[in-house]
């Protein structure tokens, strides 16, 4: 059994959910949101999701973390603050020396819709189907696990490739 940790970064509010995979089966652990005060100078709300973070990584200790990666906005300021929150999320992923895997939005929605155009609450509702412990959750939280969950697919994807080249039973 392996301990993911999924991250949808935001300086405002980072969803994180933490699930157990075991072969085919997915588990809840927990799921929350760390926050910063907008009133706050960006400096101490970088620190704050840095902190937050931190503790969120001891106390559930994932082996490995996923990280959606971030939709550039039409306001350059808001697409650069949520770069900076981007940025300590995979630092503090990285000073834990857990490895990171980055998806795209679509590539979530994808994994856990069916199709890379679904809209938030579809992609919630599928969250509650795969993880029905994790009952309702904020959207921030929703969207970290369904990162998760997308991560854990493709973990067990790129496991089957591995072992058919190890076998020599593809290219």
Not at 24 to 45: E, I, K, W
Not at 136 to 161: E, F, G, K, P, Y
Request: contains cysteine.
């Amino acid at each position: 059994m392996i301990r993911l940790l999924g991250l949808d970064p935001g300086l405002q509010r980072t969803g994180w959910g933490v699930i157990t995979v075991d072969g085919p089966a997915l588990g809840f652990v927990a799921t929350g949101v760390v926050a910063s005060l907008a009133s706050d100078p960006l400096a101490d709300r970088l620190l704050a999701l840095y902190r937050g973070l931190e503790e969120v990584i001891e106390r559930y200790q994932p082996a490995e973390v996923a990280v959606e990666e971030t939709v550039v906005n039409k306001n350059a300021l808001s697409s650069l603050k949520l770069g900076h929150a981007r940025g300590v999320v995979l630092l503090a992923a990285a000073n834990a020396g857990l490895p990171v895997a980055e998806y795209a939005a679509k590539h979530v929605k994808r994994a856990l819709t069916g199709t890379g155009a679904a809209l938030k609450p579809q992609v919630a509702h599928m969250v509650q189907v795969l993880l029905p412990r994790a009952g309702v959750v904020t959207a921030d939280a929703a969207d970290a696990l369904a990162v998760a969950v997308c991560h854990a697919h493709n973990r067990s994807s790129m496991a089957r490739i591995m072992a058919g080249r190890e076998m020599g039973v593809l290219g």
